[in-house]
């Protein structure tokens, strides 16, 4: 499926509040079978949250979400 990764801090305000990675904003659009890799600018205290989605609706499948 055709996976899409996010890093905001306002659930009511997603793409007004999307992380930074240093050099645009935290948001990353895998085609099927690939392999995505995201650093992200964060700041103490700060509530992040981290969506992975699909662009369509009825697709679905399997991911491993790894931080370090």
């Known amino acids: 499926y055709d996976l899409g990764m996010y890093v905001f801090t306002d659930c009511a305000d997603v793409v007004g509040t999307l ?6 904003p ?10 995505e890799t995201m650093s992200v600018e964060v ?14 609706a009825s ?4 991911f491993t979400l790894s931080l370090q």
């Open 19 to 24: 992380a930074s990675t240093g050099s645009g």
């Open 26 to 35: 935290a948001c990353v659009d895998a085609s099927f079978g690939t392999t």
């Open 43 to 56: 700041t103490a205290g700060v509530t992040y949250f981290i969506a992975v989605d699909s662009s369509n």
């Open 59 to 62: 697709e679905s499948g399997e």
